[in-house]
């Protein structure tokens, strides 16, 4: 089994930037796609960005403002978001795959391990 870990969450200003990370540990993590995941009250969890090596994606609701990265010696991934919004408040989750698994990016069913996710909170 792989263990996420992530950090960086917070109250952040209408406007303002956070940066989470998450880090993946575990003997049968084998460096597939990393993505995350965002889930705000009462509302279900929604797909916000993905990379897996080459390849990056993003929700048309954070395109421009959200960058992601890994760093792959590290087994991290990050998430730079800029221009935040009050609704990008929600908890935001950690998803990884094997790099041997397919389905498309966007589906939660498509990732096996999630992490416990760090709360965004965004006051306007």
């Known amino acids: 089994q792989v263990q996420l870990v992530e950090s960086g969450g917070g109250l952040v200003q209408n406007g303002g930037s956070l940066r989470l990370s998450c880090a993946a540990s575990?003997?049968?993590?084998?460096?597939?796609?990393m993505a995350w995941f965002r889930q705000a009250p009462g509302k279900e969890r929604e797909f916000v960005a993905v990379i897996d090596r080459g390849y990056t994606g993003y929700a048309d609701s954070v395109k421009g403002r959200f960058t992601i990265s890994r760093d792959n010696a590290k087994n991290t991934v990050y998430l730079q978001m800029n221009s935040l919004k009050s609704e990008d408040t929600a908890v935001y989750y950690c998803?990884?795959?094997?790099?041997?698994?397919?389905?498309?990016?966007?589906?939660?069913?498509?990732?096996?391990?999630w992490g416990q996710g760090t709360q965004v909170a965004v006051s306007s």
């Open positions: 575990g003997r049968t993590f084998t460096g597939g796609a």
């Open positions: 998803a990884v795959r094997s790099r041997y698994s397919s389905g498309t990016y966007d589906l939660t069913g498509s990732y096996a391990d």
